[in-house]
């Protein structure tokens, strides 16, 4: 970001929204990014030459999705409210989920993922069982299978909850299984990693949503997930914090050095090393080991245990 005067950044210097400025000097632009390394890590007389600007955005942006992925994994955390649908549609930046919980009386309950499926798709069958075409020769759909009706109408689940043949039913726990006395005269274990009374959902990633359970019906749903780093749009939009502006440089040397012929590959193998190794230091300035903390969790193993 470029320098401003503290009315700017506090006021931002009288328009709207005041608070566009705050926080944003620890932050460097895509554009800069590429602006910078074209005017400074490339030219006639450096290793990189003869490298259209296009080039280096896309290497900028591949290194800040990867910085996203696995060392900044900045999480972003979205609630929303169930309606009879249950379903729960994936933010538009959405990449991979953290956790998904359930909001409820000032507490964050983590939720379970169903391991059974929760969705699939149907085709169309005559009384024959045989599949139906549309007159383009396409199969016809209907707009829910069985098993999505089943799953949202509340079928019987191997969770424990109301929809659970277990439910309302006594049993006992014996070494961490539960034992239920059935009407048929036998005895059913269930497997405590299925023993959760609040709603489970499963991630439909074709279709872009998280379905739940029925029990979840008007229910407040957190989701903490990972994004790429992309969705802001515009190239001058986007940005990563400036502990790692050296390290996308090196990136954006690297991927260009390893894709060309004819370069040595002592010249590849130490672009390598100087990428890993600036990442590595950039991990360890962004992972805040404050002597303060460190004290709280040494503190922390000294309980009583009554």
């Known amino acids: 970001m470029a320098y401003i005067n503290d009315f700017a950044y506090y006021n931002n210097s009288g328009g709207t929204p005041v608070d566009k400025n705050w926080g944003t000097y620890q932050f460097v632009s895509l554009d800069e990014i590429v602006n910078n390394f074209m005017l ?3 030219g006639n007389n450096s290793l ?14 591949r290194g800040i999705q990867e910085l996203n992925y696995d060392a900044m994994k900045e999480i972003k955390v979205l609630q929303l409210d169930l309606n009879e649908e249950l379903r729960f549609i994936l933010p538009h930046d959405y990449v991979n989920w953290v956790r998904i919980s359930y909001y409820k009386d000032g507490l964050l309950l983590p939720l379970t993922e169903n391991i059974q499926t929760g969705w699939a798709t ?3 069958q005559d009384n024959d069982s045989k599949i139906l075409f549309d007159q383009d020769g396409n199969v016809l759909k209907p707009q829910d299978s069985e098993l999505d009706i ?3 109408s509340g079928a ?3 969770y424990l909850n109301q929809n659970s043949p277990f439910h309302g039913c006594e049993g006992v726990c014996i070494d961490g299984c539960w034992y239920f006395d059935r009407a048929v005269g036998s005895r059913f274990g269930l497997n405590t990693e299925t023993a959760n009374m609040n709603p489970t959902f499963s991630i439909d990633k074709q279709s872009g949503v998280i379905n739940f359970s029925s029990i979840a019906n008007n229910a407040s749903i ?4 990972v994004s790429d780093g992309m969705e802001n ?33 002592y010249i590849v193998n130490r672009a390598r090393k100087d990428k890993s190794s600036l990442l590595r230091n950039a991990k360890i300035r962004l992972s805040n080991i404050h002597p303060g903390r460190l004290l709280m969790n040494l503190r922390g193993q000294d309980k009583w245990i009554k």
Do not use: P, W
């Open 40 to 42: 400074m890590y490339q």
């Open 222 to 225: 957190v989701l903490e997930y």
């Open 150 to 152: 089943s799953f949202h």
């Open 233 to 265: 749009g515009t190239d001058s939009n986007i940005s990563i914090n400036k502990l790692f502006e050296e390290y996308i440089y090196a990136y954006i040397k690297y991927a260009i050095l390893n894709g060309r012929l004819g370069v040595q590959e």
């Open 156 to 158: 019987k689940s191997i």
């Open 122 to 124: 149907a085709y169309l």
């Open 48 to 61: 990189v030459n003869n490298i259209e600007r296009y080039q280096i955005l896309f290497h900028a942006k």
